[in-house]
């Protein structure tokens, strides 16, 4: 059967014209008019003053550290309940990652653990890279007052959660600066590509000189700085620019998804009240399966839909059985992030956790969450959820 993937791109018909324009004009280089408008579009979208939109996003957090003055030796907190590309840039510049665990309402960065960081570690600190997970934004209010208490900048990385808010402030206009992220599974995207948000037009002027290899107003190619080939190419702005046309109507679209699941899949909360399930508050029978509640005046774009199950109502089927499940059938799925204090790469790095990260790693499971999957598809997923539910139904009967 045709593979149902975790989150494939989404074209929505406009971005060709664009594409072609550049093509028609010879504007191929990486500057023109897609690359202007794009960034409009997104400073639009966002409420931030200024945008640079780049190769990537995780060259969006290494600009967004070298703008916070983060040097060899420093420290930068970062939430451990994230992609490595959260955290690696830290490693680009020679300095220390350090490890703050998630609390259970937004599973996001741990307000009280970060406070307890930065009062432990002092003037180390130089940076905090906050991330809003599978599109749920975290408690940037808390963070950001803890953190303008030690006067440590925040970078926020947004980069699953284009379409999320807070009270109806967008995500991507938190902190000192954000950090966007269009790659092939995002939810726009533009193949590859990122942006470094901010309303502090240095800053952004500063992120673009260093994107295009630092070079100095001269005749001739002179730089003094060290720069890097980070600038987004004006043919792939082009689809950037295509892709914020549908950007609503994708959000839309990953919130129908989240719905058809949690009306099919239990009815349950996560409680959010620390590593345990509670079914009393299901709003049906539940089965064992759990989803993440969107606080209120929090709105979560559901970029994926992740769900935590708990073999002790689900007959034993863990979610690595649903995962090898799905699979079978040409499903992909994937397990919730596993924490990077708990990665190979930084298993020596500080880290203040509180087991939260690795409960949500071990019952959880992203499932596929696309902005085009069909009725058919989501179908085909739940026949075989259902299908692998009624087999430890019968499998305990007959025990019984």
Same mark, same amino acid.
């Given at each position: 059967?045709?593979?149902?993937?975790? =989150?494939?791109?989404?074209?929505?018909?406009?971005?060709?014209?664009?594409? %072609?324009?550049?093509?028609?004009?010879?504007?191929?280089?990486?500057?023109?008019?897609?690359?202007?408008?794009?960034?409009?579009?997104?400073?639009?979208?966002?409420?931030?003053?200024?945008?640079?939109?780049?190769?990537?996003?995780?060259?969006?957090?290494?600009?967004?550290?070298?703008? =916070?003055?983060?040097?060899?030796?420093? *420290?930068?907190?970062?939430?451990?309940?994230?992609?490595?590309?959260? &955290?690696?840039?830290? @490693?680009?510049?020679? &300095?220390?990652?350090?490890?703050?665990?998630?609390?259970?309402?937004?599973?996001?960065?741990?307000?009280?653990?970060?406070?307890?960081?930065?009062?432990?570690?002092?003037?180390?600190? @130089?940076?905090?890279?906050?991330?809003?997970?599978?599109?749920?934004?975290?408690?940037?209010?808390?963070?950001?007052?803890?953190?303008? &208490?030690?006067?440590?900048?925040?970078? #926020?990385?947004?980069?699953?959660?284009?379409?999320?808010?807070?009270?109806?402030?967008?995500?991507?206009?938190?902190?000192?600066?954000?950090?966007?992220?269009?790659?092939? %599974?995002?939810?726009?995207?533009?193949?590859?590509?990122?942006?470094?948000?901010?309303?502090?037009?240095?800053?952004?002027?500063? &992120?673009?000189?260093?994107?295009?290899?630092?070079?100095?107003?001269?005749?001739?190619?002179?730089?003094?700085?060290?720069?890097?080939?980070?600038?987004?190419?004006?043919?792939?702005?082009?689809?950037?620019?295509?892709?914020?046309?549908?950007?609503?109507?994708?959000?839309?679209?990953?919130?129908? %998804?989240? #719905?058809?699941?949690?009306?099919?899949?239990?009815?349950?909360?996560?409680?959010?009240?620390?590593?345990?399930?509670?079914?009393?508050?299901?709003?049906? /029978?539940?089965?064992?399966?759990?989803?993440?509640? *969107?606080?209120?005046?929090?709105?979560?774009?559901?970029?994926?839909?992740?769900?935590?199950?708990?073999?002790?109502?689900?007959?034993?089927?863990?979610?690595?059985?649903?995962?090898?499940?799905?699979?079978?059938?040409?499903? *992909?799925?994937?397990?919730?992030?596993?924490?990077?204090?708990?990665?190979?790469?930084?298993?020596? /790095?500080?880290?203040?956790?509180?087991?939260?990260?690795?409960?949500?790693?071990?019952?959880?499971?992203?499932?596929?969450?696309?902005?085009?999957?069909?009725?058919?598809?989501?179908?085909?997923?739940?026949?075989?959820?259902?299908?692998?539910? @009624?087999?430890?139904?019968?499998? /305990?009967?007959?025990?019984?």
């Amino acid at each position: 059967m045709e593979r149902i993937y975790l =989150s494939s791109p989404h074209m929505g018909g406009q971005e060709v014209d664009y594409v %072609n324009e550049a093509f028609e004009t010879n504007w191929i280089a990486p500057l023109g008019p897609n690359v202007n408008n794009f960034e409009g579009d997104l400073q639009k979208y966002t409420g931030r003053k200024h945008a640079a939109v780049l190769t990537s996003g995780t060259a969006a957090i290494h600009l967004g550290l070298i703008l =916070s003055g983060v040097k060899p030796g420093d *420290e930068v907190i970062c939430q451990s309940f994230t992609f490595a590309a959260s &955290a690696n840039p830290i @490693k680009y510049l020679g &300095a220390k990652p350090v490890f703050v665990d998630s609390e259970p309402t937004t599973w996001n960065m741990d307000p009280a653990l970060l406070e307890q960081a930065l009062s432990e570690r002092g003037d180390k600190v @130089k940076a905090i890279i906050v991330v809003h997970l599978y599109g749920m934004p975290a408690q940037m209010n808390k963070i950001l007052t803890i953190a303008e &208490a030690y006067g440590i900048p925040v970078i #926020e990385d947004s980069a699953e959660a284009l379409g999320s808010s807070i009270e109806s402030r967008k995500c991507g206009s938190f902190g000192i600066m954000s950090v966007l992220s269009f790659n092939g %599974n995002k939810i726009i995207t533009t193949s590859g590509g990122g942006a470094l948000l901010s309303d502090d037009e240095a800053l952004v002027k500063k &992120a673009r000189f260093l994107a295009t290899q630092a070079r100095d107003e001269a005749p001739h190619y002179q730089h003094s700085s060290v720069g890097y080939n980070y600038r987004m190419s004006n043919v792939v702005a082009g689809i950037g620019r295509g892709q914020m046309n549908a950007l609503d109507d994708r959000v839309e679209a990953r919130r129908k %998804n989240h #719905e058809f699941y949690f009306k099919n899949l239990g009815k349950t909360w996560y409680n959010g009240n620390g590593l345990d399930f509670d079914s009393a508050g299901s709003e049906g /029978s539940p089965t064992g399966v759990y989803f993440l509640k *969107e606080p209120d005046g929090f709105f979560s774009n559901r970029w994926l839909t992740a769900i935590l199950m708990n073999p002790e109502e689900t007959g034993g089927i863990t979610r690595e059985d649903l995962r090898l499940a799905l699979e079978s059938e040409n499903i *992909e799925s994937r397990p919730l992030w596993k924490p990077m204090h708990m990665q190979p790469l930084y298993e020596e /790095s500080d880290s203040y956790t509180n087991g939260v990260s690795e409960f949500l790693f071990k019952y959880g499971l992203c499932l596929p969450s696309g902005s085009n999957m069909t009725d058919d598809e989501r179908n085909r997923i739940m026949s075989v959820l259902n299908s692998l539910l @009624k087999k430890r139904e019968l499998e /305990s009967e007959r025990k019984a």
